[in-house]
């Protein structure tokens, strides 16, 4: 049975503290207990990450909410396509303009050349 990797939209408060006390949002993918973040192009406060979900139509963080949630389907569809998940593989698919990685790509990860 092959494992699923699971995903997660992150607020990064490890990293550095901007000056307006903002932290970059990253998506983080897990597998066997191993962990690899994904850089969004979005950076907010504790206060604003938290009060994504109740955002209100029409306002900045709405239009951020609907981005992080096309990240995370994006990310769910690169997992599912996968026959067997390898970060090596999901980068690939996960960056890919058509999200599919090449049999070429999946039989280099396989015998682990990549």
């Known amino acids: 049975m092959n494992k699923i990797a699971s995903y997660k939209i992150y607020l990064d408060v ?3 503290r901007k000056k307006d006390n903002r932290h970059p949002v990253k998506l983080r993918v897990t597998f066997n207990r191993k962990q690899k973040y994904y850089t969004t192009k979005f950076v907010l406060t504790q206060k604003e990450f938290d009060s ?39 980068d690939k698919s996960f960056k890919s303009p058509n999200g599919n990685p090449t049999i070429n790509q999946y039989y280099l990860s396989y015998i682990g050349v990549t």
């Open 14 to 16: 490890r990293t550095k």
């Open 52 to 90: 994504l979900p109740q955002a209100k139509d029409n306002t900045v963080l709405s239009e951020i909410n609907e981005a992080l949630n096309e990240i995370k389907k994006s990310a769910r569809n690169a997992i599912i396509k996968l026959p067997e998940f390898s970060f090596d593989l999901f």
